[in-house]
């Protein structure tokens, strides 16, 4: 059975822009973002579905989504001052939260996802990495 991507990625087989990380969640950019910015949020363990995450591993998902989010809020200051919270998990198999800067709630659709270009995600990254405050 292939790993899946998101595997591929916590693990360093593929790059990813991580933006956080800590022993059981890591958090990077998505290569098809809604809006710039737009970060998944993701436990290391293989888990498919979302609600099958353990209650203790689901609350150390949603507080490292809850200081993402403040980070995406500096860094990308969207009209609204809101981070849309999103869990779909239909794309990849493996439990994950989306983090989108919104400035409308109608940004919340993923038929608005494009695949952008590395420099672009860089840009975004490099982005969030000045604000973050470290800790």
Not at 12 to 19: A, W
Not at 62 to 82: E, G, I, N
Not at 89 to 105: F, K, Q, R, S, T
């Amino acid at each position: 059975m292939e790993e899946c991507i998101f595997c591929q990625i916590i693990e360093g087989k593929i790059p990813g822009f991580k933006i956080f990380e800590n022993d059981d969640i890591q958090a990077f950019l998505t290569i098809a973002p809604i809006k710039p910015g737009h970060t998944l949020v993701v436990p290391k363990k293989h888990i498919d579905y979302f609600f099958d995450l353990d209650e203790v591993l689901m609350n150390k998902l949603m507080a490292v989504s809850k200081q993402v989010a403040a980070d995406l809020l500096k860094a990308f200051r969207p009209t609204t001052h809101k981070i849309g919270v999103m869990i779909a998990g239909l794309e990849v198999a493996h439990a994950h939260l989306h983090l989108i800067p919104m400035d409308n709630e109608e940004e919340l659709d993923f038929s608005l996802a494009k695949q952008v270009s590395t420099d672009e995600l860089k840009e975004n990254f490099e982005k969030i990495k000045t604000i973050q405050t470290p800790g």
